[in-house]
């Protein structure tokens, strides 16, 4: 009990921070409404985070703050959205995913063998940069043994590099398509790494495109499950080949790692929502205040993500780290746009 109240302690200042930057975000577009929110929540959080609030004590709270309320935003989302917008993606939308994300983990290991990576960092960073980030790199690093140097290396890289997918795509997709709802949140829902990012990306476009590239990204998230299995089944010994792993050592991994490969609460929360909204006469009281407090949600887990962007990491990775990390986003975008030309 006791430690269960300090751990809850330890979480309040980096929440209570990440809940005060939300709200001077949202005070300051008053006076600069072109930038927006969760634009001005992030540059704040990344500002402070280097400088005054490089705090060790308030990072239990900005982790919860990402990672909790912005899963309950995801949830909430649910409530938004009805099938009218899933008819928006449809099989099409699926076959990109499939393809964005199949070529890009190659992509990813074979860029990454060629510039001399191990093989399990190359295929943590194909699984961080196909699926989501650092919760999909969470997942695979125990069914492919990696190191925890390599863990964290392939996270860092990442992360840094979604947040500047997270800038750079809304720019590129007002030049490309005119910020056209599909092509623009497939764009972003396909490409950009984490969860966070991606809505923190749609933001600075619309509300329409934040709600679609979600259900993109939410494509992606499901798919984890196959993306572990299939690791499973490799061999990562340096010496050997990758696809030379026995059956029984790969079940017995598979086995191992079973309870690992399940579907995030949060999905499953934002689908009943879903399907309540879509069947169902629900006031609009609920469907707005659902709007509102997913909002701000998300704002807060934005500021938290800025808070945690380090400039000492992105150095200390060294440049062909983050040459390898550049290689693979470049892919991506090339990539997303070649399938949205052919696809929709």
């Not at 961080?128 to 492919?144: D, E, F, R």
């Not at 693979?328 to 949205?340: D, E, K």
Request: glycine fraction near 6%; include cysteine; hydrophobic fraction near 50%.
């Amino acid at each position: 009990m006791y430690t269960q109240m300090k751990n809850n302690r330890s979480v309040l200042p980096g929440l209570m921070i990440s809940i005060l930057i939300s709200l001077i975000s949202q005070y300051l577009t008053n006076f600069i409404p072109n930038l927006g929110a969760a634009l001005i929540a992030i540059f704040l959080g990344i500002l402070l985070g280097n400088t005054f609030l490089n705090k060790p004590y308030l990072k239990r709270g900005t982790k919860f703050s990402e990672k909790t309320l912005l899963e309950w935003s995801i949830v909430l989302n649910g409530m938004i959205l009805d099938f009218q917008i899933i008819k928006q993606v449809g099989s099409a939308g699926f076959i990109f995913v499939i393809l964005q994300m199949v070529l890009t983990i190659l992509f990813a290991y074979w860029i990454g063998r060629t510039m001399k990576f191990n093989k399990k960092m190359s295929l943590l960073m194909g699984a961080g940069n196909a699926v989501c980030g650092s919760s999909a790199i969470g997942t695979v690093s125990p069914v492919i043994e990696a190191d925890k140097k390599d863990k964290a290396m392939s996270i860092t890289i990442v992360n840094v590099m979604g947040t500047l997918l997270m800038v750079l795509l809304p720019i590129l997709s007002s030049v490309l398509y005119q910020n056209e709802v599909v092509q623009t949140s497939a764009l972003i829902g396909g490409t950009v790494q984490s969860i966070g990012q991606v809505v923190a990306s749609a933001k600075l476009v619309s509300t329409d495109v934040t709600n679609l590239s979600i259900v993109f990204k939410l494509m992606r998230v499901l798919l984890i499950v196959g993306v572990a299995l299939c690791f499973s089944k490799l061999n990562t010994k340096e010496e050997e080949s990758l696809f030379s792993k026995t059956t029984t050592s790969s079940t017995s991994e598979v086995k191992k790692n079973s309870s690992l490969m399940t579907v995030p609460w949060f999905i499953i929360g934002f689908f009943i929502l879903f399907m309540l909204r879509s069947f169902l006469p629900l006031p609009s009281l609920m469907i707005h205040s659902s709007e509102v407090i997913s909002n701000q949600f998300e704002i807060t887990a934005l500021a938290a993500i800025g808070l945690q962007v380090k400039f000492s990491d992105i150095l200390k990775e060294g440049p062909r780290t983050m040459l390898y990390g550049l290689l693979i986003s470049f892919f991506q975008i090339v990539l997303a746009v070649v399938l949205i030309t052919w696809l929709f």
